[in-house]
């Protein structure tokens, strides 16, 4: 059975026609999220590919077990695009819900301009916004469950009572977001519900020890292979254990697991 995962291609409003290399829509089509289908044992996580042509509506995700927390890694923006990730101030259920309802909310968000390398991790209840113009991996728990709070008018549905029963109406902690350094071995999320590394060249000891069992591995740019098949960048790979994912020097890949 091969390590690689199959791979679904999601058409989205605010998708592209035409996508970064190594992928490719379809003619007539607008894709906004690459998914990577995870193996049993593996399931508690989804990794996705994102990219936007206009702007995410204004939403949340419940936590728990059932509830989705997420985090990005920025592969590459245009100029001027930005994230809005929490608010620039505090505000109550009432505010958020009149800010929705007039579409004011958007101006509520705090927008950060970003660039490749920027990464994020949003808990669960961050109410928050993707921008045009940015290509982006993400890695969450798989739970697609997302509440619309506001959609810049187009014709879907929102969901004003469940967002509002899970949203903190606050800024984003700003422990949770960093620009990562050109080089080196990164750990990027360790819990609650997944931990995520970035290994640039072959795992030391300190990342191999983080993992036992299996994980998935999303290849970046350069050499990687798992359980000796060769595993492209735009590509994800399910392996048995850190031992089967070689990682050629000069090579970076994402890392990661369940910790539940």
């Not at 923006?77 to 505010?95: D, K, R």
């Amino acid at each position: 059975m091969s390590a690689q995962l199959p791979i679904r291609r999601v058409e989205k409003p605010w998708g592209l026609e035409r996508l970064p290399a190594p992928f490719v829509a379809a003619a007539g089509e607008r894709i906004g999220e690459i998914w990577f289908e995870p193996p049993a044992g593996l399931n508690g996580l989804l990794v996705k590919y994102l990219f936007t042509g206009d702007k995410l509506s204004v939403q949340v995700h419940p936590g728990g077990a059932a509830g989705k927390e997420e985090c990005w890694l920025v592969l590459d923006a245009q100029p001027g695009a930005v994230l809005g990730i929490g608010f620039l101030a505090e505000h109550s259920a009432e505010a958020l819900r009149a800010a929705a309802l007039d579409g004011s909310i958007e101006q509520m968000l705090y927008w950060h301009p970003v660039s490749a390398g920027d990464f994020v991790y949003l808990p669960a209840g961050t109410v928050h916004a993707i921008g045009a113009g940015i290509s982006l991996v993400e890695v969450q728990q798989n739970n697609d469950v997302t509440y619309r709070f506001y959609d810049y008018g187009r014709p879907r549905e929102l969901h004003l009572d469940a967002a509002l029963a899970v949203a903190h109406g606050a800024p984003h902690d700003p422990a949770l977001r960093r620009t990562l350094p050109d080089s080196g071995h990164l750990s990027l999320v360790n819990g609650p519900w997944f931990r995520l590394d970035r290994a640039d060249g072959p795992p030391d000891a300190e990342m191999a020890a983080r993992y036992a069992g299996s994980l998935l591995a999303i290849p970046l740019a350069g050499s990687v292979t798992v359980a000796g098949e060769k595993i492209a960048p735009g590509e994800c790979a399910a392996a048995t254990s850190i031992g089967a994912v070689a990682i050629a020097p000069g090579a970076r890949c994402l890392l990661t697991q369940p910790c539940r």
